[in-house]
T-cell receptor, first 110, second 116 residues
Framework: KQEVTQIPAALSVPEGENLVLNCSFTDSAIYNLQWFRQDPGKGLTSLLLIQSSQREQTSGRLNASLDKSSGRSTLYIAASQPGDSATYLCAVSPGLDLIFGKGTTLSVSS | DAGVIQSPRHEVTEMGQEVTLRCKPISGHDYLFWYRQTMMRGLELLIYFNNNVPIDDSGMPEDRFSAKMPNASFSTLKIQPSEPRDSAVYFC??????????????FGPGTRLTVL
């Protein structure tokens, strides 16, 4: 059974710092991996989607990498801002559905 | 498009009552998903539909839960009778489900259910 783990569960950093969020999964048979952002009381917003054949994806200050063979992904956030404060969820797709980690709650202080 | 629409946004009910959650997917999306999010278990897939047909309901916790999709623009998730342990945030999501699974899912804002 696929399991997705995210470490750390919570992270607090000062504004301007670069940071890395980690995601690991137990079964490498995935079609893609996605990173989502969830703001309090709101739904999820997709940030980056990495196909299983890809190694990384970039969007603005965000860069996500995927090492399928080792079952790991990282989300790198450059020059963090208070507006980046949210919960970041990693999800893998064994098919049409998604299996989520429990997320990392990020707090960026000004 | 307005995105995925869910109603109500908040629902408070008493144990034993019937609860109906509603979802309108993004127009043109062939796949609809229902998820439940709790602190203990995180986000879990309950059921998903393709072209209004339920494909996989293995995540539905028990017979008290049922979901329908009578047409391409509307789906319901019903809990009857409700129990306090059903308290959670329920999300609906939709996608085009393109070949190769390249498309992401678009999530609604969720319904926060509290069963007293």
């Amino acid at each position: 059974k696929q399991e997705v783990t995210q470490i750390p569960a919570a992270l607090s950093v000062p504004e301007g710092e670069n940071l890395v969020l980690n995601c690991s999964f137990t079964d490498s048979a995935i079609y893609n991996l996605q990173w989502f952002r969830q703001d309090p009381g709101k739904g999820l917003t997709s940030l980056l989607l990495i196909q299983s054949s890809q190694r990384e994806q970039t969007s603005g200050r965000l860069n996500a990498s995927l090492d399928k063979s080792s079952g790991r992904s990282t989300l790198y956030i450059a020059a963090s801002q208070p507006g980046d404060s949210a919960t970041y969820l990693c999800a893998v797709s064994p098919g049409l559905d998604l299996i989520f980690g429990k997320g990392t709650t990020l707090s960026v202080s000004s | 498009d307005a995105g995925v629409i869910q109603s109500p946004r908040h629902e408070v009910t008493e144990m034993g009552q019937e609860v109906t959650l509603r979802c309108k997917p993004i127009s043109g999306h062939d796949y609809l998903f229902w998820y439940r999010q709790t602190m203990m278990r995180g986000l879990e897939l309950l059921i998903y539909f393709n072209n209004n047909v339920p494909i996989d309901d293995s995540g539905m916790p028990e017979d008290r839960f049922s979901a329908k999709m009578p047409n391409a623009s509307f789906s319901t998730l019903k809990i009857q009778p409700s129990e306090p342990r059903d308290s959670a945030v329920y999300f609906c999501a939709s996608s085009t489900g393109l070949a190769g699974f390249t498309d992401t899912q678009y999530f609604g804002p969720g319904t926060r259910l509290t069963v007293l």
